[in-house]
């Protein structure tokens, strides 16, 4: 019997992706590793295009491939890595030093190392076991169904990406395009596609000269016209479905599963309920586990594969099989009856016990009914999960582990332990919504008088999350150091805490105290006064126990209030021996807030930017890396660093970060988009912001800088007055009096420019005495405020200068000092203006040169045109006649062409004639500049001169 061929043994219509493929790997080998992207919908022909290509390599290339595997709601933790590796190390002489870490998952290559170290370690050899690998010839490493990625296997593949530096590594991946539901996979493939050596290519469907082709490959003839139009039309030139339908015949299958069964359908009884025993695996089926399941063995079950793999249903997979593709293995399953589905899920489970393989065996087990079972397997895989790093994954087992919960079933803890450890494992994965639900489950479940140590522990986590959710938690705090006892119990000689003993039954009473002690006085800062007792105890007790997170986050809180670099050192140090990120990356944040404070704004981005270098080599920079891209893009803004500033934010933007990093990235790219002139961007970054504020806690003082934003581009749109709205706002939010000095006097510098900006636009005593009773409630909170370093004290300065129209030399000294190119422009502006009042042309001149060479050098498009403008000879009557200058007054007012002839009792059109004489003769483009020409030059009739001038930031 001759098997019926199913898929095309011609490889059809993809020429230049397999040439771009090629040209991926030269430059691999050329300039260094680089990665291909393959993205196509199911059934496009990825797997066979890198199949193809790596079939074309010959012997010069070595290729290792790994599938993410599909299982239940997400993948398995590193599934394609383990396979890639286990085919690296069976390469002769590529294996020179110890893989202690490797030696977890291979036994083989000795004794597994200690845990020091952890997933850094783990990352770095298999980083180095690649390397060598492609030491002597290039490598390939496919891996195949992203899409179906775990939480780790993403990490990994952004790490190696990352950090690969051996040429003549090439990284080729095939994934579906990520769809409305697929926010994990989205940020690695924007973060891998912006790389510079990586080649994206996205596989189309088929036209009707490729349908053709592949029919005739299949059929093993040429096809007629009409079945050729029948097949292209109905498979819309997928060639998966082309295969499914080239020997339908005239008949129209029912639905796409009826196509894909086709194949499946037509075997002989034997080889169709081995092909359902494959699919109920999950993916990939080893030999040996497809052999117990199946109760076949030996000479008879590699017929019936043989039979299976000749007709391209499964694809020989390393020690196993997979199906071609994951819709027929879907439609194979479904086809099966439910006793059917039942009692092999059954069969696995029972081959599975034993083998360590905790994951598929709960699946397994859950899906056979067999509840006890899967609940101590979910358990175990759980533990599993956490050992690999793989947190999403361990979140995943929990949440199971708690559906099936039994408490007949001895697991060594209780419900309330399993809470305790979902909630810690959500701090990890980011799920900080879901993880409260845990804690907050979890205190539901402990009595607080019996267990008070367990309870404080659930209310610290849950504090910790609900702090990087949005602002809170320190009540959370406040409660659990009131259940803990406020002298310390001495620990043992010798005692050291680790995350893994860090339960609250192990640890000593005054080392947890000590944490709670630290992240509350995390949470109150900047309230110094109310965090500075809180932070000297959390570093007395972490001192004397030795406990390296106590320690850390004292020396961060007292060095915060000191200024004391050489605690920050000695915080790194000791950060950089723990095998948690969290702390190394919170280090960098205190340091670039010291060197902000000092001015050092060079220092300040270089310290945030290296702390981002570290979130994104771990793969974190959607988290902890957008919060240290607000340090660093700010400092970069200061230092007039513009550019590198919009492409940081821009990169950090497109990682979706969480909510309330979103919303401080957006306040400075629309900040820097008002100082460059772009009004709409600015706009558009600002509502975006507003959006993400709401979703927000309304109090949280890391909103409070948007009222710069919101202030400034109200004026800018031309509304002083709803600027002025908007300011009021600003001052009644409590958050005022909780944020540092240096981050609340931008907001009073954007009050006093809108009180400028209110003088331009409406004259008369009546608008002064609004704008003077402003200004002084302006001058009254910042006398609130202390004054936090030498930025701070330039603000002041130059806060005092723009509501007392006085000072702008001293502004302008201490802008040069402190190396802010923009805000010495403004302020050399500024006294310019203050020189050309005072009829001192001469001074006014220098002072505008050099802000017109600063504004032109950053790129500050409002300021520019200002600084041109007040530059500009001052005609004695601008040459209007006295019609004009009528209706001058008017523009002045704001009124617009209508309404002036409604004034004047003229008709619309005259005054539109008249407008446009009055640009003409005063040189200006706008109606706004008009205005500003018509204030500065006393031409309103009104006896004030330069009191408004037309960008938001000299108004």
Not at 220 to 248: M, Y
Not at 320 to 347: K, N, S, T
Request: hydrophobic share 45%; glycine share 10%; aromatic share 4%.
């Amino acid at each position: 019997m001759v098997a019926e061929r199913v898929v095309s043994p011609v490889f059809v219509g993809r020429g230049e992706e397999s040439a771009a493929l090629a040209a991926a790997l030269d430059t691999a080998v050329g300039q260094g590793p680089a990665v291909a992207l393959v993205a196509g919908e199911a059934g496009i022909g990825k797997s066979r295009l890198l199949a193809e290509f790596a079939r074309s390599l010959g012997p010069g290339v070595r290729v290792a491939e790994g599938a993410c595997a599909e299982l239940g709601s997400d993948g398995l933790p590193y599934a394609p890595f383990v396979t890639v590796l286990r085919r690296l190390i069976r390469l002769d002489g590529v294996l020179p030093g110890p893989y202690r870490q490797l030696a977890r998952w291979f036994p083989g290559l000795g004794e597994p190392g200690d845990a020091e170290g952890g997933k850094h370690r783990l990352y770095e050899e298999i980083l180095t076991l690649i390397e060598r690998v492609a030491a002597d010839r290039p490598l390939v490493v496919l891996i195949e169904d992203l899409h179906w990625a775990d939480a780790a296997t993403r990490e990994l593949l952004g790490f190696l990406a990352r950090n690969l530096t051996q040429p003549g590594v090439l990284l080729a991946i095939t994934h579906r395009p990520p769809g409305p539901g697929d926010g994990q996979l989205g940020p690695l493939l924007a973060e891998l596609s912006r790389r510079p050596r990586t080649t994206s290519l996205r596989l189309e469907r088929l036209d009707r000269r490729g349908v053709a082709r592949q029919l005739a490959a299949i059929l093993g003839a040429e096809p007629g016209p009409d079945t050729v139009r029948r097949v292209h039309a109905r498979s819309e030139g997928n060639p998966l479905f082309v295969e499914a339908l080239a020997r339908a015949g005239e008949r129209t299958p029912d639905s796409l599963r009826d196509l894909l069964l086709y194949g499946p359908r037509s075997l002989p009884g034997p080889a169709r309920d081995l092909l359902g025993v494959a699919s109920v695996a999950g993916g990939r089926a080893g030999h040996r586990l497809l052999a117990r399941v199946s109760g076949k063995d030996g000479a008879e079950l590699d017929a019936l594969l043989r039979e299976l793999v000749d007709r391209s249903l499964l694809l020989t997979a390393q020690d196993g099989y997979d199906f071609r593709h994951a819709l027929i293995r879907h439609v194979v399953y479904e086809d099966l009856l439910p006793g059917e589905r039942a009692r092999l899920h059954a069969r696995y489970a029972e081959a599975l016990h034993g083998t360590g393989a905790h994951a598929e065996l709960a699946a397994h087990a859950h899906a056979a009914g067999d509840h006890r079972t899967a609940l101590t397997a979910a358990f175990h895989a759980a533990a599993q999960a956490r050992a690999s790093y793989a947190y999403e994954e361990q979140v995943r087992m929990l949440e199971q582990v708690l559906q099936l919960w039994d408490p007949g079933v001895p697991l060594g803890c209780d419900r309330a332990g399993v809470l305790t450890e979902a909630a810690r494992a959500c701090m990890l994965s980011g799920d900080y919504a879901r993880g409260i639900g845990y804690a907050s489950a979890g205190l539901a479940a402990v009595d607080e008088r019996r267990e008070p140590a367990r309870a404080a522990q659930l209310l610290e986590h849950r504090g910790r999350l609900r702090h990087r959710l949005d602002g809170t938690g320190v009540t959370d705090w406040e409660r659990a150091l009131r259940l803990l006892p406020a002298t310390a119990i001495p620990a043992a000689p010798g005692t050291r805490v680790t995350p893994e003993t860090a339960s609250a039954a192990a640890m000593p009473a005054d080392v947890q105290r000590g944490q709670l002690l630290g992240v509350l006085a995390m949470g109150l800062l900047p309230e110094e006064d109310r965090a500075r007792s809180s932070f000297e105890e959390a570093l007395s007790i972490g001192r004397r126990t030795g406990d390296a997170t106590v320690t850390i986050r004292g020396l961060l809180g007292v060095a915060s209030m000191t200024g004391d670099l050489t605690l920050l050192a000695e915080a790194r140090t000791l950060a950089g021996r723990l095998d948690g990120h969290d702390l190394l990356m919170t280090v960098p944040m205190y340091e670039a807030t010291l060197h902000t404070k000092a001015g050092e704004h060079h220092r300040a981005a270089e310290a945030a930017r290296d702390g981002i270098r570290h979130a994104r080599r771990y793969g974190l920079g959607r988290s902890r890396g957008a919060e240290l891209a607000r340090y660093a893009g700010r400092s970069l803004i200061l230092a007039g660093r513009w550019q590198e500033a919009e492409t940081l934010l821009r990169e950090s933007l497109q990682e979706d970060p969480p909510p309330l990093s979103r919303h401080a990235l957006l306040v400075l790219s629309g900040y820097l988009s008002l100082l460059r002139g772009d009004v709409p961007a600015a706009a558009r970054a600002a509502a975006d912001a507003e959006a993400a504020a709401s979703a927000e806690h309304s109090g949280s003082a890391s909103l409070f800088p948007r009222h710069q934003l919101l202030c400034l581009l109200a004026v800018a749109q031309g509304d002083p007055e709803r600027a002025d709205l908007l300011l009021e706002r600003a001052l009644a939010d409590p958050a005022l009096a909780r944020v540092y000095s240096s981050d609340a006097r931008p907001v009073l510098i954007a009050g006093a420019l809108v009180q400028r900006a209110r003088l331009a636009a409406g004259p008369g005593r009546e608008p002064r005495r609004r704008v003077a009773r402003r200004q002084a409630e302006l001058a009254a909170a910042d006398a609130a405020l202390g004054v936090d370093g030498r930025l701070d004290r330039a603000w002041q300065v130059m806060l005092h200068a723009l509501i007392g129209d006085d000072g702008w030399d001293e502004a302008a000294e201490a802008w040069q000092e402190l190396g802010q190119p923009y805000e010495l422009a403004l302020s050399l502006f500024h006294g310019a203006r203050a020189a050309l009042e005072a009829g001192d042309r001469p001074a006014a001149t220098a002072r505008l040169g050099q802000a017109a060479t600063l504004a032109a050098d950053l790129g500050a498009g409002p300021l520019a045109r200002d600084i041109a403008l007040l530059g500009r000879p001052r005609p004695a009557t601008g040459g209007l006649t006295e019609r004009e200058h009528d209706v001058l007054r008017l523009i002045a007012e704001g009124l617009s062409n209508r309404r002036i002839a409604a004034r004047l009792h003229i008709s619309p059109s005259t005054a539109g004639v008249h407008v446009s004489h009055i640009l003409a003769k005063l040189g200006a483009s706008t109606r706004t500049e008009a205005a500003a020409i018509a204030f500065r030059d006393g031409l309103t009739g009104d006896g004030q001169t330069g009191e408004g001038l037309t960008g938001p930031f000299t108004a």
